[in-house]
């Protein structure tokens, strides 16, 4: 379905023949809209042209409608509709302009902010959904002329995070300006809202210098040594993400070697650990915001708390580690960057076995998201190979210290 609305960003037009052929762009074609309904003839033949072009890679990116084309035009008719006839709702505002009695506009989330904030629904604007996290959806608004977040946990959470030890997390750091400004959080559901911070970017982590500010504030915190009344056990929730699987395979078919392996190296961790005090677990390049304010200074707040408590402060190390990505030497630089004074042997060695430990950890996490049928790629089978990988070089670097 297109309209007889010209519109620049469209690249195919209709000919006398009703067919839609493409055009070159800015040419000004007609303004696709709508729901498309095919004849089951015409969806077979769409079907089989999609099952080929997902056997090839180079297609990943395409959108559907690439099936309809032989060279130059569609192999479909087009149906024109005049543009006065047609309203296209793309926002929560636009469908609250066009029918504000919709069951549709009554969301929880809505509710949750004009409760918490003492607003009306009709002082919640320019809403903007954001890219879906990995644990969480989000959605940007503006409210009275300050802008806010709106954190929804998602699919499966509950299973995974404790809310009330999160809002405690909270309570402990609230004031040291260590995180996002917190303006309502539920210790019960999750929901959480946040001022927006403008002006703000996530760490760069192929950015030395954004690395070295990132490690020397992530040793700031933990040098505050601050507590709370629940700790994380990461060979606990190694196993547990593992029981969320209900009796399901791992995906790797040596699995049951590589956990084995890993937890072998718990008694060397134990043997090493200093002080716990209140660690992030979820220390990662994303979760660091650098602010530049009016004045000209950068500030650096470190976000998402939800995995928090206490922990060895040097398993934040590993965490931002592997969620980069880093290969050894990176990783060796990253340590570097923490202990600016020099690291010990033993350190570094038990920070390759946090490497291992935490990799085997998000791969179980991701294999439990991907039974709920969300699939985080290359991404899931990194953290395995972490795992696998970090276990071998702590074998080598422990080898290498009692032959000398």
């Known amino acids: 379905m297109v309209s007889d609305l010209i519109d620049d960003d469209s690249t195919v037009r209709v000919n006398r023949k009703m067919e839609l052929v493409t055009i070159p762009k800015a040419a000004g074609g007609n303004a696709m809209i709508g729901i498309s309904y095919l004849l089951d003839d015409d969806a077979q033949i769409v079907k089989g042209r999609i099952e080929k072009l997902c056997s090839n890679s180079a297609n990943d990116g395409a959108f559907w409608e690439t099936a309809l084309y032989d060279k130059d035009r569609m192999f479909i008719t087009a149906r024109v509709v005049h543009s006065w006839d047609v309203v296209e709702i793309n926002t929560y505002e636009q469908l609250r302009e066009m029918d504000s009695d919709s069951n549709h506009l009554k969301t929880d989330a809505i509710q949750v902010i004009c409760d918490a904030l003492s607003v009306s629904a009709d002082d919640i604007v320019d809403i903007t959904v954001l890219k879906k996290g990995m644990t969480n959806r989000s959605f940007l608004f503006s409210c009275k002329g300050k802008k806010y977040i709106m954190r929804i946990p998602g699919e499966g959470t509950d299973q995974l995070i404790n809310r009330r030890n999160e809002a405690m997390v909270y309570n402990t750091i609230d004031g040291r300006h ?74 790797y078919r040596h699995y049951t070697q590589t956990k084995e392996n890993v937890l072998s190296l718990r008694p060397y961790i134990e043997a090493h650990v200093g002080e716990k005090v209140l660690t992030h677990i979820d220390a990662v390049p994303d979760n660091f915001l650098f602010i530049d304010s009016e004045d000209g200074s950068e500030d ?101 210290m009692e032959d000398r």
């Open 178 to 251: 260590i995180c996002d400004d917190i303006a309502y959080i539920n210790p019960d559901n999750g929901y959480k809202i946040t001022e927006f911070l403008e002006n703000a970017r996530v760490c760069d982590p192929e950015n030395y210098d954004d690395v070295c500010k990132c490690m020397r504030r992530l040793r700031e915190f933990h040098e505050l040594k601050l507590t709370v009344n629940h700790e994380v056990d990461i060979f606990g929730q190694l196993e547990f993400y593992e029981s969320l699987w209900n009796g399901s395979p791992s995906a």
């Open 300 to 400: 650096i707040r470190l976000i998402d708390w939800e995995y928090a408590g206490m922990q060895d402060p040097h398993v934040d190390i590993a965490m931002f580690c592997i969620y980069a990505m880093y290969d050894r030497k990176q990783i060796d630089k990253l340590i570097n960057a923490y202990f600016t004074e020099g690291c010990p042997k033993e350190i570094r060695i038990k920070i390759y076995c946090y490497i291992a430990a935490c990799g085997l950890l998000w791969s179980n996490w991701c294999e439990y998201k991907r039974n709920l049928g969300i699939d985080f790629g290359e991404y899931s089978l990194r953290q395995y190979r972490y795992a696998k990988d970090y276990y071998n070089v702590v074998q080598d670097e422990l080898q290498k």
